[in-house]
């Protein structure tokens, strides 16, 4: 889900991460109260009706873009490589 979120060039809601993310509303849901919890996403409720969420990397969050993209990139590098041991 972080990965998602470093890819992202601004906020995401709900249902859109539900869709990208391919997961149930409860296992998204628990996720981002862990990641909010953490400090790692901003949770932003804007007063309108119907309510309107949106969740992005927080500072502490975008400090892991490095790692992240450098993990995911040696991810995709080695692939193919783990399928033959």
């Known amino acids: 889900m972080l990965h998602f979120f470093c890819n992202a ?14 997961i149930t509303a409860t296992t998204l849901s628990r996720r981002l109260d862990d990641l909010v919890e953490q400090g790692l996403v901003n949770r932003e409720v804007f007063p309108e009706v119907p309510a309107r969420v949106e969740y992005g990397l927080s500072q502490k969050g975008r400090s892991l873009d490095p790692v992240l993209k ?16």
């Open 70 to 85: 450098a993990v995911f990139g040696w991810v995709d590098a080695n692939r193919d490589a783990s399928k033959l041991v």
């Open 9 to 22: 060039d601004q906020p995401a809601r709900f249902n859109h991460l539900k869709r990208e993310l391919g």
